[in-house]
Every structure is written in C-alpha cells, then in structure tokens.
C-alpha cells in the first residue's frame, strides 16, 4: 500500500511499510499423459509448509503492527471491559462479527469494540486495511480509532463510541415513539457525512475511495454530528492520469455506482453515487432496497428518477413522517442535488466539494441564524453603536445563501444541458 500525504503533520510511526510484495501463487500444470504423476507430498512436507505459511502471515503482522501509530490491546483487556462481551454489552451485529458497548479500564473510557467473527466476511486483509486507514487519516466527520487486538487468531477493533449508534436507527424503520429527524438535522449530517468524503477525496494523497457509504456506516454523536466508519473496503483511488482502479465488485446492493457494479472500475465518483442515495434515504426516509413496498418502488433510485425529471413533484418525495416542516426550496435543492449524484454517467457526477458547498447552507436552521460574514475590524464605538440596516442584512445574507448553492450545482445543470439538448431537469 502506498503511502498517504496530508496537509497537516503526519505522527512519527504512521508510516506504511510499502516494500513488502505480494506473491502470486503458480498454478499447478498436469504432467504429460505418459508420465506418472509425482508421488503425493509426505506429511512432514505438509506440516513445513503449513508452518512457514504461518510464519509469513505472523511476519505480515508484525511489519504492519510496527508502523501503526493506534494502540494495542490485550484480548484480556477488552474482555474485561465489555463484561466478557456479555450480551447486555451488545450494541449491533453484521456480516462481519459484533459490536459490544464496552469502557476501557486503563482510562475509563467509553469504547466500541469490535469483534470480528473468523468466520464472517471481513478477513485478515480487510482488518488491517481498516486499521491502517484509520491510523492515518483523522479528521471530525470519521471515526476515531482507539486500538485493536490481534491476540493470536482473535482480531478486535476499539473505536470510540458513538452513543447515538448509527443514522439507520434514527431514519429507517423507527418505531411509533421515537421522535423522527427533523429536516435540518437530516441536512446536518448529509453536510457531514459529505465532509468526510470530501477528506478522503481531497486531502488524502493518494486520494481514499470508502467504498461503502450507507446509512449503517454512519455513526452519530450525542449532537447528531455525523462520523464515517468501517473502512475495511476503503481502498487507494486512482493517481496521475488515470481516472480509475479496478477492483473486485464489494459493497451494499443498491448503494453501488452502476459502473462499479458492471465493471469494477472504481473512481471517487463511485462514493459520490453512493452520497447520492444516502442522501435520497435522509429526504425521504425511505429504503434503498424495500421489498414490501410495491414493484415500481422497491428501488429508491429507480423510483425517484421519473420524479426527478418534474420539479413540481418534487415535495412528493419528502418524507412523511417530517408533516409537511420543511423549507421547500431547500427540498427542492436538496433533491436536485441527490438527481445530479445518482446520475447514470460517472463523469456528470458532481464532486464531492461541490456538494459540500451546496449542503452546507441547506443544513442552517433560520431559526438558529445564517452563516455570518467574516467579521470586520471596527472600533470600539462602532463595536457597540446599533446597526441601521440589519433587515437590508438579513436580506443580503439570505441571498448571498441562495446564491452559493445555485453556483455549487451549475455546472452539472450545464453538462446536463449540453448532453441532453434542452434544458436542465434539476433547474431550481
């Protein structure tokens, strides 16, 4: 794996090891008909090669162990801080093992620890991939990495806790009692979760694809403020002229880019199509994937792109449960948004900066003020004189608002235009 550059100073130890190279294994070829097979390999032959297998996989470990800045873990310390991962301690389960609630005793603090089922999906490489990422790449919009475990044949993550849990449970299937996510929170954390991105995208160098965008990977502090985690499909994107990578087709059903699905070629546009559909989930509270509903609306996507093609639809796909407390120009905004990032076309697609920006003003609650103007340097007396024209202010801001989201979408309604011959269907 290469390795990363940011802006800010990099920790000493955070360095990857890039001179390790992987060997391809040669395939076995059949010996001629009229020779005789070779005899079958004796048992000690079988055992020395089991051997140095492990010991190339434990020297893997240690190389990676000696470059990751992260702190380790015993398996008896994070076994006594989830309570022998007791199942009063378990906060959530997947394809990829367990997740238990758990406080470290060393400092007291709250974690999540992570346990990875041997069995389960996410395996030796896909562990270390995670933990190399997140030992490198820090930023408030992804999760932080406390530690991990890798006693033996046990691999543990530690990260830190997320008490809300993730966007799933507050947005999706909520039961009749719990309070939905008002309008400006559902924009609060697109804008966040869309920074994250943006880092990886941006600030990464070699720039990071995440792979796995979903409102399950979405973790929520106790102010709603979103944060990016399991990075164990992230992967280095493309550098120099090239505009993609090729991979093995990973990820969510639904949530894949459709060139991705087909190809496997994958590009930071990849993420932005897979924005684009978590954020069609936060407008309208609906499923990506819904096999209860009818036929025509079982795929979020695919349902919502006739309606996209006609703005009055629009307040349609608001979510019901938000009755009808939204702004309507910042629904209107916010789906031609998502229209532009579910485009079929990755080239069309925005960037994740644009998107950033446009979010950004959609996320502000008039109730609690608009984004003020960098301040001035003024004097004393002017500091406390009375403004004269605060409503002419308010007016100017507003605009000033409206304005840097129509310029942070322009130019995909152009390139639409361009492609199709007529007008843009996401005009505002």
Same mark, same amino acid.
């Given at each position: ?14 360095? !990857?090891?890039?001179?390790r190279?992987?060997? !391809? ?8 008909a009229? =020779?005789?097979?070779?005899p ?8 020395? !090669? ?8 434990? /020297? ?9 800045a ?19 301690c378990?906060?959530? *389960?997947?394809?990829?093992?367990? &997740?238990?609630k ?7 603090? $709250?974690? /999540? ?5 041997r069995?389960?999906?996410?395996g030796?490489?896909e562990?270390? &991939? ?5 030992? $490198? ?18 691999r ?13 449970d %507050? $947005? ?16 609060? !954390?697109a ?5 994250? $991105?943006?880092?990886? %995208? ?65 590009? =930071? ?7 684009? =559909? ?9 499923? &990506? ?24 639809r ?5 979510? @019901? ?6 702004p ?13 990032? &579910? +485009? ?9 900066s ?6 950004s003003?959609?996320?502000i609650? @008039? *109730? +609690?003020? =608009?984004?003020?103007?960098? @301040? ?22 507003a605009?000033?608002? +409206?304005?840097?989201?129509?310029? /942070? ?20």
């Amino acid at each position: 794996m290469s390795c990363f550059c940011f802006s800010s100073h990099r920790k000493k130890g955070s360095k !990857i090891n890039s001179s390790r190279k992987n060997r !391809i294994p040669v395939a076995y070829k059949e010996p001629p008909a009229a =020779v005789s097979p070779a005899p079958p390999p004796r048992q000690d032959n079988k055992r020395k !090669i089991a051997a140095e297998t492990t010991n190339k996989t434990n /020297a893997a470990d240690k190389a990676a162990d000696s470059n990751i800045a992260a702190q380790t873990f015993t398996f008896r310390e994070l076994a006594t801080a989830t309570k022998n991962f007791r199942q009063e301690c378990l906060i959530g *389960e997947g394809g990829f093992g367990r &997740v238990y609630k758990g406080k470290l005793v060393s400092t007291g603090q $709250l974690a /999540a620890v992570k346990q990875l089922d041997r069995n389960g999906l996410q395996g030796n490489r896909e562990f270390l &991939v995670e933990v190399l990422m997140l030992s $490198l790449l820090h930023h408030q919009n992804l999760v932080n990495l406390i530690g991990y475990c890798a006693d033996g044949d046990q691999r543990l993550l530690v990260y830190e806790f997320m008490p809300l849990g993730s966007l799933e449970d %507050h $947005l999706l299937d909520i039961p009749p009692d719990q309070k939905p996510l008002s309008w400006f929170t559902r924009m609060k !954390i697109a804008s966040g979760a869309g920074k994250g $991105l943006e880092y990886l %995208h941006d600030k990464a160098n070699p720039p990071v694809i995440y792979r796995d965008l979903k409102s399950s990977n979405i973790l929520l502090d106790e102010n709603f403020n979103p944060k990016l985690s399991d990075f164990g499909l992230a992967k280095l994107g493309p550098v120099g002229d090239k505009t993609h990578v090729s991979s093995r087709v990973m990820g969510t059903y639904g949530y894949c880019a459709p060139e991705y699905a087909r190809t496997g070629q994958l590009s =930071v546009k990849s993420d932005v199509y897979s924005f684009g =559909v978590v954020l069609l989930e936060l407008i309208t509270g609906r499923r &990506v994937i819904d096999t209860t509903r009818p036929l025509e609306e079982q795929n979020l996507v695919s349902w919502a792109q006739p309606i996209f093609r006609d703005p009055k639809r629009f307040p349609e796909m608001a979510d @019901p449960l938000l009755q009808g407390d939204f702004p309507v120009r910042g629904l209107n905004q916010a789906v031609a948004v998502a229209a532009m990032c &579910v +485009q079929e076309e990755a080239s069309v697609r925005p960037l994740m900066s644009d998107v950033v920006s446009a979010l950004s003003f959609l996320s502000i609650d @008039p *109730e +609690q003020g =608009v984004l003020s103007p960098p @301040p001035v340097p003024c004097s004393a007396s002017e500091e406390t004189a009375p403004s004269e024209d605060g409503d002419h202010w308010d007016d100017e801001r507003a605009e000033e608002r +409206q304005r840097a989201v129509a310029e /942070a979408m322009e130019w995909g309604s152009k390139k639409n235009h361009r492609r199709n011959g007529n007008g843009s269907a996401f005009s505002l």
